[in-house]
């Protein structure tokens, strides 16, 4: 733990670390109501020496250094994006889905939807299953999607709904806007009309937007999420992270210029090329052939060969 920092953190294979962009269990020294999970974690690093061999949900070529960091230390192999098949390689042309929901995805609603609409034209909303964003936050937040002009779908889960002030439910919900309390993430970020993810950074949803080449707004909560939203400004360049106010709010006006840099600003474009760039990647690492298909082929047959 390394509470109260104040300077910059140089590791190796890592880029310079603000104090905001280290994880929340690194740098708090109160990690308030998720305290279990921070211990759950850093129990978790504590044992991975031990283990045999270690997964990582990630490509080789997303994160080289630190790839081969894990590798040398933890026996790490990347064999990602765990991301179903016909999103990626198309292996599986059939594999379009987890297996599982946490809760009723709108889907029919949400792609019939974003049919309506062109090309890059739509900014997704999501923070997960777990982040909770407070009442003045989530006003702050739709005030920033309304003042943007710009179409969204917001998924607002059933427990959030009541912090969105009532008069506003008819703003959000009007041509521009679909509010829906949970939606087929991955169909979604696939679809044509999507352009921009405003997410909170959490590394699956991070790793969804990067394998669908979907630029992003990075809103971090906690735990890993502040480093993740660094590595989408800083390092892939794929999307811009929205600042937090002195009352530690991401106004409206902050999300309306993240909006706006990443669907109409002069980075635009680079930030489309580069998620582009990351998206092919991210195919060719589960290709045949690729990195992590290569991880994995290794795996099997260490483990055939000992029979």
């Known amino acids: 733990m390394l509470p109260g920092l104040l300077e910059p953190v140089m590791l190796p294979g890592l880029p310079r670390l603000e104090p905001d ?57 990347t064999i990602g994006p765990a991301v179903p098949s016909s999103y990626l390689d198309n292996r599986l042309p059939l594999d379009y889905h987890y297996g599982f929901d946490l809760q009723t995805p709108s889907t029919a609603l949400c792609m019939q939807w974003l049919d309506n609409w062109p090309s890059n034209s739509v900014v997704y909303v999501s923070f997960g299953s777990i982040s909770a964003l407070g009442p003045d936050q989530m006003v702050e937040l739709a005030f920033g999607l309304l003042n943007s002009d ?16 009532e008069n506003l439910v008819k703003d959000l919900s009007s041509e521009r806007g679909l509010v829906v ?12 009309a999507v352009g ?30 502040p480093m993740n ?21 991401v106004g409206r006006e902050e999300v309306e210029r993240c909006v706006r840099v990443v669907m109409e600003g002069e980075r635009s474009e680079e930030i489309r090329r580069n998620a ?32």
């Not at 997964?55 to 040398?72: G, Q, R």
């Not at 921009?196 to 890993?224: A, K, R, Y």
Request: glycine share 6%; charged share 25%; aromatic share 12%.
């Open 276 to 307: 582009r760039k990351w998206r092919e990647l991210a195919k060719k690492s589960v290709g045949e052939g690729g990195s992590s298909d290569r991880n994995l082929a290794e795996f099997v047959a260490r483990y055939c060969s000992l029979e």
């Open 21 to 77: 962009c280290l994880p929340s269990f690194v740098s708090e020294a109160n990690p308030g109501p998720y305290a279990w999970c921070s211990k759950s974690l850093l129990d978790q690093y504590k044992n991975l020496e031990k283990a045999d061999a270690v997964f990582v949900n990630s490509f080789h070529e997303l994160e080289p250094e630190e790839a081969d960091y894990m590798t040398s230390t933890w026996r790490a192999k």
């Open 150 to 165: 710009k179409r969204f779908l917001w998924v607002v889960r059933s427990l959030e709904a009541s912090k969105i002030l």
């Open 181 to 192: 309390s949970w939606s087929p993430q991955t169909a979604v970020l696939s679809h044509k």
């Open 196 to 225: 921009c993810f405003l997410t909170h950074c959490g590394w699956n949803s991070t790793l969804e937007g990067i394998s669908l080449g979907v630029p992003m707004i990075g809103v971090p909560q906690w735990t890993d999420q």
């Open 229 to 249: 939203a660094k590595y989408i400004e800083d390092v892939w360049k794929i999307g811009v992270r929205a600042r937090t106010g002195e009352n530690g709010l």
